[in-house]
């Protein structure tokens, strides 16, 4: 199908770039993330700008993460979870794709946001535990 036409040019040597802590101290569910300074963010993926394919969207998140980006950003609200979906896709493809057990997708960081109304809370109010969790 198109994404794994889209991931035919994606070399299976990851760039390195300039990278940061994600977080500030380790808590009991959570150690801080390296990630690379430069991020992907997911909002054109979901098409809140214009039309965009799912091979090139796919396509995107592959370039990113095999030129370094490590920290990809995306939220349900992004074209009502398409930019998600796109991400998952792309990053499923590249674990099969590279070398090791995760491929290129391994290392890479997914940021999103929570506490918006919508259906993707599942009926839950947005800020619960259960809202956060279905978002």
Known sequence: GAPTSAMASVSSARKVLPSCLLGRRATARALPSLVSRLGLGGVGLGEVYGAVSEADAVACVARAVELGVTLIDTSPNYGGGRSEERIGLALNELGRSGS??????????????????????GGHSPFSREGVHHS
């Open 100 to 121: 090791g057990s995760a491929g290129l997708a391994g290392g890479v960081t997914l940021v999103t946001k929570c506490g918006d109304p919508g259906p993707q809370n």
